[in-house]
């Protein structure tokens, strides 16, 4: 169990979880919502995990969340080969970023959505 931090933005129970992604980027986590903020400074991460919302009973989010090719999602608003969607109901931003396998991964970090913007 990481460093627990308590209440960021919307989120009730944060916490900074032990070990790095793949990328050797600190996470934080929500354990209400189970959304993942990464960053290479704890404050960024801290920062991009309170910019985002809280809401583990969106359906949307849900959806795009437990996506995969069986089962793929459909956004809400939107269409199945979107690759960026904003969720028309909390604001969560999210990137498919394999569109063979339907894997959508939420994107807490303004400049990491500001580079997909130009990418797509």
């Known amino acids: ?6 209440i960021v933005g919307t989120h009730t129970d944060a ?3 032990d070990g790095k992604d793949n990328h050797s980027r ?4 929500c354990n209400v919502c189970h959304t993942f903020a990464h ?3 704890k404050e960024d991460a801290i920062r991009d995990l309170g910019k985002s919302a809280c809401n583990p009973d969106c359906e949307n989010c849900n959806t795009l969340g437990n996506s995969f ?5 459909v ?10 969607h904003t969720c028309p109901y909390d ?11 339907r894997l959508w991964k939420q994107v807490t970090s303004d400049s990491e959505w500001e580079s997909l913007q130009k990418q797509y």
């Open 39 to 41: 960053a290479f400074e």
């Open 69 to 73: 090719d069986e089962k793929p999602a």
């Open 15 to 17: 916490e900074v979880v």
């Open 26 to 29: 600190i996470m934080v986590k």
């Open 91 to 101: 604001g969560n931003r999210w990137w498919q970023c394999n569109s063979h396998f």
């Open 1 to 6: 169990m990481g460093e627990k931090l308590g």
């Open 75 to 84: 956004p809400h608003d939107g269409r199945i080969n979107d690759i960026l």
